[in-house]
């Protein structure tokens, strides 16, 4: 499973080559900043059912509070496949764009509470889990040109999709308490802090997600050979742990594509 997406993007490129009307005319690298796929509140019992073995610790009493999965900064390498009207003509304003795409996601949820009676001791219990993974994604797209401004630019939009998966995945739990205290000794007062603190690693079920989205841009004609793109995504996102989730989120990617011809 961890290799699909490797075989599924040299399989397009093959098949595409394979009926003598698409040919590589580009190669592209980019990085692209992403918004969060997910926002909302996400339960105690959502990250304890998530882990591959059990990490038990009880809520009762704390106040909890979640950061929604979000993704970071991703880097990707795409081929731009052009279609051919002949063998030497091709049409410079379509464009297939299939790539990879490695990226790194995470969330979690933490809660504290009170204890002591706030005159001699004063005691506040914590605890943290966070799920992080590695992710890799294909990219299919296809892309639609318009016409050149001021020389050097011009417009692009398209639609696409990106399934993906993570290549590994871990989460990290900690439980930590802090004591303030207070004690008399010979009518002098004194105060004492005291802390303890566990935790543990531990493996956690793979993310599934496929991203459907709607790129728009502008193309920058530097040299006779290199372009260089700015690009937002409008995109809907399904994503799967234990359960599945859909919701949409915004991505600007910049990058940089060497023409062959």
Known sequence: MKYIFFLLLFGSVIQANAQCRYKISALEVGARA???????YSGLSTF???????????????????QGLHQFGSFGIYLHLSRFINDTVFNPNRKLRIGISA??????ISGFKDIG??????????????????????????????????KRFRPFAGIGISPGMSLSSKGEFIADTVSHGRFMYNGTSYYYTSSSSAGKDYAVKPLVFVSAYIPIGLNFRLS???????ESRLNLNM???????????F??????????F
């Open 48 to 66: 304890q059912d998530n882990a591959k073995e059990p990490i038990q610790y009880s809520g009762y009493g704390y106040n909890v509070s979640s």
């Open 224 to 230: 006779k050979r290199l372009d260089l793109n700015l």
């Open 239 to 249: 994503y799967h742990v234990k359960s599945t989730t859909f919701n949409t989120c």
């Open 34 to 40: 992403n918004n969060y796929y997910e926002s909302g």
């Open 117 to 150: 009676n706030y005159i001699d001791t004063f005691t506040k219990a914590g605890f943290n889990y966070y799920h992080s993974y590695t992710i890799l994604s294909l990219d299919i797209s296809t892309l639609r040109y318009g016409k050149i401004f001021w």
């Open 251 to 260: 991505s600007i990617m910049f990058s940089a594509a060497y023409k062959l």
């Open 103 to 108: 990226s790194s996601a995470g969330h979690g």
